[in-house]
């Protein structure tokens, strides 16, 4: 079992940068792949990026690539998204997630624990 909380979200102005974590509880956290998706209204939940379970492999989507980086200290059992130059489509609720699976994976459908989610909200 890992229960997932996340943290760090708010209002910020475009340009600007947030910091997420994600903080695990559970003794398969350092195990574990994770993964950032964001989820804005009206849209699916997609993918932002993902990291393996020793942090030597990461993979993101286009559009965040270059301006976002997924960390993670397994001696804490937390996962990070440095968010920087944010644009207004990065408004959306983001949620951490773990899987079981080896390497990064970008399909939600095989991450089977959740957090709650963080709203980050990116005015223009």
């Known amino acids: 079992q890992v229960q997932l909380v996340e943290s760090g979200g708010g209002l910020v102005q475009a340009g600007g940068s947030l910091r997420l974590s994600c903080a695990a509880s559970g003794r398969t956290f350092s195990g574990a792949a994770m993964g950032w998706f964001r989820q804005a209204p009206g849209k699916e939940r997609e993918f932002v990026a993902g990291i393996n379970w020793s942090g030597e492999s990461t993979d993101y989507a286009d559009s965040v690539k270059g301006r976002f980086t997924i960390s993670r200290d397994n001696t804490k059992n937390t996962v990070y998204l440095q968010m920087n130059s944010l644009k207004p489509e990065d408004t959306a609720v983001y949620y951490c997630?773990?899987?079981?699976?080896?390497?990064?994976?970008?399909?939600?459908?095989?991450?089977?624990?959740w957090g709650q989610g963080t709203q980050v909200t990116v005015s223009s």
């Open positions: 997630a773990a899987s079981p699976v080896v390497g990064t994976v970008r399909n939600k459908y095989v991450y089977n624990y």
